[in-house]
């Protein structure tokens, strides 16, 4: 009687081991999905959301002071993605470029993704350690300055 106790206790341990690194290896997958599409447009992150206010990145951190911190869509260029993983992109108008971080690893975008976008977050600038711009050189973000506009995303809208 121990023994079946024993080996019943084991195989379903592990059972419950094999589901749990299945999770585990899901979660490290890092999936890419859609939520919505808008007129042919492809949302990744949270439901779109209109705003009040939207602006391109140029002029957004041309009038930075009035408006860090506030949620807004900002729009332009799709410049470089990360190659790790997908977790952001770069929005650039004009020579002008913000890093935007999606929602701190919450939703990601295909490698190669091109086009314009519309990105709903907050603007902020922040001073980035060379260990950080490292890193994301190494994923392809090219040379990054210590000073870096970043927004953090909790949707975008992609137009290829």
């Not at 589901?19 to 919505?36: G, L, N």
């Amino acid at each position: 009687m121990k023994k079946l106790l024993l080996i019943t206790s084991l195989i379903f341990g592990t059972a419950s081991f094999a589901q749990d690194q299945e999770a585990k290896k899901e979660h490290k997958e890092k999936k890419v999905i859609v939520t919505q599409v808008i007129d042919g447009a492809k949302v990744y992150g949270n439901k779109w959301q209109e705003a009040e206010e939207k602006m391109s990145i140029e002029k957004a951190i041309a009038e930075q002071e009035m408006i860090i911190g506030e949620d807004m869509i900002f729009t332009g260029n799709i410049g470089k993605v990360c190659q790790g993983s997908g977790c952001w992109m770069m929005l650039e108008n004009n020579g002008v470029t913000a890093r935007v971080d999606f929602n701190h690893h919450s939703f990601f975008i295909p490698k190669d993704t091109q086009g314009t976008a519309e990105v709903y977050g907050k603007l902020k600038s922040k001073m980035m350690s060379e260990k950080m711009r490292k890193h994301l050189k190494d994923d392809g973000a090219g040379e990054l300055a210590e000073k870096v506009y970043e927004i953090v995303a909790t949707s975008v809208k992609i137009k290829s």
